[in-house]
């Protein structure tokens, strides 16, 4: 029997978000009141054509690095479905999980496009499961050396500078764990809660981490350019991380409230509570907005592109299969007979 977790640890747990989330809505109330939202207006219409074509570009290559996501869990799972589809379910689930939180693109969009494929869910389960290790495996490498850097802003009262470093230095460690888990038990097969995982490959998981650090160091370059100048990129880097963690913290969709949080509390006095908010909304339109209806078009394009059949293939039944081959060699009453001239 399964041993169900207690209920006041999962009623502590609900408490402690719903408390986090309680302080992150008076900070937004109280940063939406003192915004002057003409200046708000007046940065984004600052932004140039050249800036947002650029920022546009990094939003591109974001979504095509979330498509690598899905191909290098498509090879890992041994999925049989083409590469070109893939990436597109890829694209629209990642689209939509971003906006809608993971529960609905990652979870129940994912499941239903693949279910169409006749892929069962077992697979698209691990499927899943592969490409959310991509995510975090490069972003424990960048946290990591962040923290251990000490470029992470960090209020006064967040503990130790030391106790910090040590915590970024074992995000590291993990990372490379993995690496060298790799390295020695490729192929092995795990069991894991009734599920079966197989140990991925060196050359798998490397690509894993240089495709999931490109996509976290862009996402840093796109806030950098969407932010005023007077602050490194590194620094915009590590804010993004932080934010990012906040907002798994919080499961609110698109992180909302987890950014701006993060963002108004470490730069807002530094570049200016108008620009950043500009900042902020700029990259919600691009990052979020824009790509969701992107995905919507290509996943009525895939909705379009679906055979009749809905469901899947399945091996015909051993009495059934040995009949047709009976009809085929002449067997009567169903009895199997090999053809002599077949043994020639």
Same mark, same amino acid.
């Given at each position: 029997?399964?041993?169900? !977790? !207690?209920? $006041?640890?999962? /009623?502590?747990? /609900? ?5 986090v989330?309680?302080? +992150?809505?008076?900070?937004?109330v #109280? ?5 002057? $939202? ?10 140039? &054509? ?15 690095l ?10 890992? +799972? ?28 990652? =979870? ?22 592969f490409?959310? %290790? ?17 470029v ?11 106790l910090? #470093?040590?915590? =970024? %230095?074992?995000? +590291? ?11 020695? $038990?490729?192929?092995? #097969?795990?069991?894991?809660?009734g ?5 991925? /490959? ?36 590590? +804010? ?12 609110? &969709?698109?992180?909302?409230? %987890? ?12 570049? =200016? ?5 500009? %900042? ?15 995905a ?14 809905q469901? &899947? ?27 002599p001239?077949?043994?020639r």
């Amino acid at each position: 029997m399964k041993r169900t !977790p !207690p209920k $006041w640890r999962a /009623r502590l747990a /609900r408490g402690l978000m719903l408390a986090v989330l309680a302080v +992150v809505v008076v900070l937004l109330v #109280r940063y939406a009141r003192s915004t002057d $939202w003409a200046e708000v207006g007046q940065a984004l219409r600052g932004y140039g &054509p050249a800036r947002i074509a650029a920022c546009l570009g990094l939003v591109a290559l974001s979504y095509l690095l979330y498509c690598g996501y899905e191909l290098l869990s498509r090879w890992q +799972v041994g999925l049989a479905l083409p590469p070109l589809r893939t990436a597109a379910i890829g694209l629209v689930s990642y689209a939509v999980s971003l906006n809608l939180g993971a529960l609905v693109g990652g =979870g129940g969009l994912r499941l239903r496009l693949y279910g169409r494929e006749g892929v069962a869910a077992g697979q698209v389960v691990r499927l899943a499961l592969f490409a959310v %290790a991509t995510n975090w495996l490069g972003y424990c490498v960048l946290a990591g050396a962040a923290l251990a850097a000490g470029v992470v802003p960090l209020p006064a009262r967040a503990g130790s500078p030391v106790l910090w #470093r040590v915590l =970024g %230095a074992v995000m +590291v460690a993990l990372a490379l764990a993995y690496l060298l888990v790799c390295a020695r $038990w490729s192929g092995v #097969r795990l069991q894991v809660r009734g599920r079966t995982f197989e140990v991925p /490959r060196l050359r798998m998981a490397a690509l894993q981490l240089l495709l999931s650090s490109l996509n976290w160091a862009i996402l840093g370059a796109l806030m950098f350019l969407l932010l005023p100048d007077g602050v490194g990129y590194p620094r915009v880097l590590a +804010v993004v991380l932080v934010a990012a963690l906040i907002g798994i913290i919080l499961h609110t &969709p698109a992180g909302l409230g %987890a950014w701006e949080s993060a963002f108004m509390f470490t730069l807002g006095r530094e570049l =200016g509570q108008s620009a950043v908010v500009a %900042a902020l909304l700029a990259y919600r339109g691009l990052y979020y907005l824009v790509p969701l209806g992107v995905a919507l078009l290509v996943h009525a394009l895939l909705e379009a592109a679906r055979p009749r059949s809905q469901a &899947p293939r399945k091996a015909p039944p051993r009495a059934s299969a040995e009949h047709s081959v009976a009809r085929r060699t002449g067997a009567p009453g169903g009895e199997t007979r090999t053809d002599p001239d077949a043994r020639r």
